[in-house]
């Protein structure tokens, strides 16, 4: 599909079909020409809400505001309702509010994430018939258009919409053939493809790290582990950021074996590693000024003989030692050793972990929001602000002395779980904190990404499935700090 903004009218475009966003269901809007017909066919304008008008060549769609985000779910709304015709070439004009970039990357972004579909495995493929978008560069509000800027946003939207669903698609491929090897290779390749420093660890190079937690969860898998280090290094980069996935391609739990309907979807519990490789896809086709590394933690946790057990006591690779009382709190373990080796490998001017890691924090927040935590206030608000603006919810948990507590142990450095059941989500990023440096402290953010990762409903512009969820609102805080729109740490 190929998007692009022209100066041109809309009435100038020729199309087989025009989409028109109906706003506050406000039907007297000059550009709504079919009132009584939309009126007769019982169509008000609600969010989402379609009326396809063949004889009229027109597609309405309701928003319930300029909101970027309201505007972005209706396109993607408008794309599916349109996946069963003959429709190719199709034009628009633009919704926006205060800002040209926000809400014009929004309406591609809609167009693109709406149009994705999983359909690897299937015999029946879904469709996608159009072929073309032309945005006339003629706005709703009568507000005039900066044409570069806008073939800019539009050109960055392109880039950062197929960046999520190229996440997406890795997430919700099934675990026999995405497996630790799998999912470096294609490390590998993105690296090879855009110009990326690739470097992948096997079991022996872990042993060399001496990250003996990470390789306790990996024992019993009959597929090998990986550690993956991609890096983009951009000339006069103005910050080192070091991002860290957590990548269980599969997680049955292991001895503590998970009940069988909560195994169904854990194939998705390697989206925080998907969530870093998509940002580093993006972030080197936008050529940020920043210099990131994805770090990623890919393996399985299974059963078998070589199981490592509840009672087990592990050594990460900073030397503190961790209680084994529960084998299916294992992505914190992964983690652990990952985040000392960003720190000791980086030194890092900001530290990101994101993880599917806890139903807690679903609990907590819903399926559709990402839990922050961190000790700097001023960074979780600056994060929290640039996920509002790519349109991805996120909650802020809190952290306190009483449920750190929680993780104390009698015989060794920390326990992997907390002694309460309540809280989890907290008490899962307080045991990450355990690996996290005193210099570091301040910089770092935890993203507990478990609610929005995978849904298995379609929501919004999100398929059933994988969303991509960190993608998008990480890229747009680089974008932020490069701006120096936030204030955060120094």
Same mark, same amino acid.
């Given at each position: 599909?190929?998007?692009?903004?022209?100066? @041109?009218?809309?009435?100038?475009?020729?199309?087989?079909?025009?989409?028109?966003?109906?706003? !506050?269901?406000?039907?007297?809007?000059?550009?709504?020409?079919?009132?009584?017909?939309? @009126?007769?066919?019982?169509?008000?304008?609600?969010?989402? @809400?379609?009326?396809?008008?063949?004889?009229?060549?027109?597609?309405?769609?309701?928003?319930?505001?300029?909101?970027?985000?309201?505007?972005?779910?209706?396109?993607?709304?408008?794309?599916?309702?349109?996946?069963?015709?003959?429709?190719?070439?199709?034009?628009?004009? $633009?919704?926006?509010?205060?800002? $040209? #970039?926000?809400?014009?990357?929004?309406?591609?972004?809609?167009?693109?994430?709406?149009?994705?579909?999983?359909?690897?495995?299937?015999?029946?493929?879904?469709?996608?018939?159009?072929?073309?978008?032309?945005?006339?560069? %003629?706005?709703?509000?009568?507000?005039?258009?900066?044409?570069?800027?806008? !073939?800019?946003?539009?050109?960055?939207?392109?880039?950062?919409?197929?960046?999520?669903?190229?996440?997406?698609?890795?997430?919700? #491929?099934?675990?026999?053939?995405?497996?630790?090897?799998?999912?470096?290779?294609?490390?590998?390749?993105?690296?090879?493809?855009?110009?990326?420093?690739?470097?992948?660890?096997?079991?022996?190079?872990?042993?060399?790290?001496?990250?003996?937690?990470?390789?306790?969860?990996?024992?019993?898998?009959?597929?090998?582990? /990986?550690?993956?280090?991609?890096?983009?290094?951009?000339?006069?980069?103005?910050?080192?950021?070091?991002?860290?996935?957590?990548?269980?391609?599969?997680?049955?739990?292991?001895?503590?074996?998970?009940?069988?309907?909560?195994?169904?979807?854990?194939?998705?519990?390697?989206?925080?590693?998907?969530?870093?490789?998509?940002?580093?896809?993006?972030?080197? %086709?936008?050529?940020?000024?920043?210099?990131?590394?994805?770090?990623?933690?890919?393996?399985?946790?299974?059963?078998?003989?070589?199981?490592?057990?509840?009672?087990?006591?592990?050594?990460?690779?900073?030397? !503190?030692?961790?209680?084994?009382?529960?084998?299916?709190?294992?992505?914190?373990?992964?983690?652990?050793?990952?985040?000392?080796?960003?720190?000791?490998?980086?030194?890092?001017?900001?530290?990101?972990?994101?993880?599917?890691?806890?139903?807690?924090?679903?609990?907590?927040?819903?399926?559709?929001?990402?839990?922050?935590?961190?000790?700097?206030? /001023?960074?979780?608000?600056?994060?929290?602000?640039?996920?509002?603006?790519?349109?991805?919810?996120?909650?802020?948990?809190?952290?306190?002395?009483?449920?750190?507590?929680? $993780?104390?142990?009698?015989?060794?450095?920390?326990?992997?779980?907390?002694?309460? /059941?309540?809280?989890?989500?907290?008490?899962?990023?307080?045991?990450?904190?355990?690996?996290?440096?005193?210099?570091?402290?301040?910089?770092?953010?935890?993203?507990?990404?478990?609610?929005?990762?995978?849904?298995?409903?379609?929501?919004?512009?999100?398929?059933?499935?994988?969303?991509?969820?960190?993608?998008?609102?990480?890229?747009?805080?680089?974008?932020?700090?490069?701006?120096?729109?936030?204030?955060?740490?120094?």
């Amino acid at each position: 599909m190929k998007i692009e903004i022209v100066p @041109q009218l809309r009435s100038e475009i020729n199309a087989d079909l025009e989409i028109i966003c109906v706003v !506050k269901k406000d039907l007297d809007h000059p550009w709504i020409e079919d009132k009584e017909t939309l @009126q007769l066919l019982g169509f008000e304008g609600s969010q989402d @809400q379609t009326c396809l008008l063949a004889q009229s060549k027109r597609i309405y769609v309701g928003a319930d505001s300029i909101d970027h985000d309201d505007i972005r779910s209706a396109y993607a709304a408008t794309i599916k309702a349109l996946r069963n015709t003959k429709v190719e070439n199709v034009k628009t004009a $633009l919704y926006l509010g205060g800002n $040209l #970039t926000q809400n014009l990357q929004a309406m591609v972004e809609g167009i693109i994430l709406g149009d994705y579909e999983f359909d690897t495995y299937k015999t029946e493929k879904a469709k996608h018939p159009i072929k073309n978008i032309t945005i006339a560069a %003629e706005d709703f509000n009568g507000k005039e258009i900066d044409i570069e800027q806008a !073939k800019k946003a539009v050109e960055d939207a392109i880039t950062v919409a197929k960046a999520t669903n190229f996440t997406r698609e890795i997430i919700n #491929t099934p675990p026999d053939d995405m497996t630790p090897v799998k999912l470096a290779e294609i490390a590998t390749t993105l690296a090879e493809t855009n110009g990326l420093e690739c470097t992948v660890l096997d079991e022996k190079g872990l042993e060399e790290e001496k990250m003996g937690a990470f390789l306790a969860v990996s024992r019993a898998s009959a597929h090998p582990p /990986r550690l993956i280090h991609l890096t983009y290094k951009p000339k006069d980069a103005k910050y080192k950021i070091a991002l860290v996935g957590k990548g269980l391609t599969y997680d049955s739990g292991g001895l503590s074996l998970k009940p069988s309907d909560y195994m169904v979807t854990m194939k998705s519990d390697k989206s925080g590693a998907c969530a870093v490789l998509g940002i580093m896809k993006a972030v080197s %086709e936008l050529g940020l000024p920043v210099e990131v590394h994805g770090i990623i933690g890919a393996t399985e946790n299974m059963i078998g003989g070589n199981a490592y057990k509840p009672d087990d006591i592990l050594k990460a690779k900073n030397g !503190k030692t961790i209680e084994i009382r529960n084998t299916d709190a294992e992505g914190r373990l992964v983690l652990a050793d990952c985040l000392c080796y960003a720190q000791e490998k980086v030194t890092p001017d900001y530290l990101f972990d994101f993880a599917t890691l806890t139903g807690a924090c679903v609990v907590a927040l819903g399926e559709y929001t990402t839990g922050i935590m961190g000790h700097d206030s /001023r960074l979780k608000h600056s994060f929290s602000r640039a996920a509002a603006k790519a349109g991805e919810l996120t909650g802020t948990l809190p952290f306190n002395r009483y449920l750190k507590k929680l $993780l104390k142990s009698s015989v060794a450095d920390v326990c992997n779980i907390s002694s309460s /059941r309540y809280g989890g989500a907290i008490t899962a990023a307080l045991f990450l904190d355990h690996f996290i440096e005193e210099e570091y402290k301040d910089k770092w953010l935890h993203l507990d990404i478990a609610g929005p990762a995978f849904v298995e409903k379609e929501w919004g512009y999100n398929p059933a499935g994988a969303s991509g969820a960190g993608v998008r609102m990480t890229i747009k805080w680089f974008e932020q700090i490069i701006k120096e729109e936030c204030t955060v740490v120094s």
